[in-house]
């Protein structure tokens, strides 16, 4: 037994989550960026999440609302992960959501995304336009689970089993012109309702916009997820549809995504705009190359509720995932 008993990591915006030096540097350089010019005003990132009036009391249970999913199993040969599978539990209530505040704990406030009637646009340099919705995923590309390694650029990692689809399905049915060699992802925004406490309308760099080159797109790995542990996803984990691409640090998952366009430029992406230097626009995992405030050689897998005992673990060269990645990288 521990002589005290540790704050479980989303208790508390001040929780001792370790590393939190690390994720700390992040909003200070959030900070940093605001008071030196990006925007209009400083922010405060320190306070309590709250979810706005309308949103569902899920009580303390941050999996209700989620749906049991049909699907099956990946065709690919996927590497073992090396490690157990995160706990559901954890997933769901350690998140990096910034539309709906500045800590981990905003799974709560997350529950006012409306993810009803959901749409997404694809459009672009292609020849076959199409706005669909989620069930039109479904019924077109299927579903199956794709057990991966998640690597967040701030050293943390988790394993979760997503369920989705390949975005290379979406990519062969949109018939990519020659001329279209990016794409460029954004997820939901709306200042009534992704109004993290302290973000002021032009502060930041809104909405999250994410981006791959089509080579990327079109690797067997990247993925779009509808859901993860057989169920819907939880919204605070990018309901109802968000990218997962395992060998690319995480903030290249954009959430809740509404619209994709094909594009002949590298498109402009939420950190990177941020901060060039730190948040590079390939983003893949090189625990080679350090972060510029922090190495990125080694890992901390969430695997409870007490950041103390989290295991120390090396990362992995495109997280494990080189059979599948490097050639993009020659
Ligand atoms: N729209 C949006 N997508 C986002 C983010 C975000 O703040 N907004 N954070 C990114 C980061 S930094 C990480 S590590 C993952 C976290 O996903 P999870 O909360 O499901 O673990 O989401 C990514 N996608
Ligand atoms: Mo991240």
């Not at 539309?99 to 709560?108: L, M, P």
């Not at 069930?135 to 579903?143: K, P, S, V, W």
């Not at 049915?173 to 973000?199: C, N």
């Not at 295991?311 to 990288?329: C, I, M, Q, S």
């Amino acid at each position: 037994m521990p002589f005290f008993r540790q704050p479980n990591i989303w208790d508390t915006a001040k929780a001792a989550v370790t590393p939190e030096h690390v994720f700390l540097n992040r909003r200070q350089f959030i900070r940093g960026s605001i008071a030196g010019g990006m925007g209009l005003a400083l922010l405060s990132l320190t306070g309590c999440q709250k979810a706005s009036s309308s949103a569902p009391d899920l009580g303390n249970d941050p999996l209700a609302g989620t749906q049991p999913l049909r699907f099956g199993a990946t065709d690919l040969n996927l590497p073992d992960p090396g490690r157990t599978t995160t706990p559901r539990d954890l997933t769901a209530r350690y998140n990096n959501f910034y539309e709906f505040g500045g800590n981990k704990n905003i799974w709560r406030a997350a529950q006012s995304l409306p993810t009803e009637n959901w749409q997404v646009r694809v459009h672009g340099l292609i020849d076959n336009p199409k706005t669909y919705d989620i069930d039109d995923f479904t019924r077109l590309f299927g579903l199956e689970e794709r057990l991966y390694r998640f690597r967040c650029v701030e050293a943390w990692a988790m394993t979760v089993p997503w369920v989705g689809f390949p975005m290379r399905k979406l990519l062969e049915a949109s018939d990519p012109q020659s001329s279209a060699k990016f794409v460029k992802f954004t997820s939901f925004y709306d200042e009534r309702i992704t109004t993290g406490p302290g973000w002021r309308p032009g502060s930041l760099p809104w909405p999250y916009q994410e981006g791959l080159r089509i080579e990327e797109m079109a690797n067997e790995l990247a993925f779009f997820a509808t859901g993860a542990y057989g169920h819907s996803l939880p919204k605070q984990n990018g309901a109802p549809i968000r990218m997962v691409v395992p060998w690319k640090y995480g903030f290249k998952g954009a959430k809740s995504i509404v619209d994709i366009e094909f594009t002949a430029e590298q498109p402009a992406t939420y950190w990177n705009t941020l901060g060039p230097t730190e948040y590079k626009f390939e983003a893949n995992v090189e625990p080679q190359v350090p972060h510029p405030r922090w190495s990125q050689a080694e890992e901390r897998v969430i695997d409870s509720g007490n950041p103390s005992s989290w295991n120390v673990e090396p990362t992995l060269l495109y997280n494990g995932y080189g059979e599948f990645v490097a050639d993009l990288y020659a």
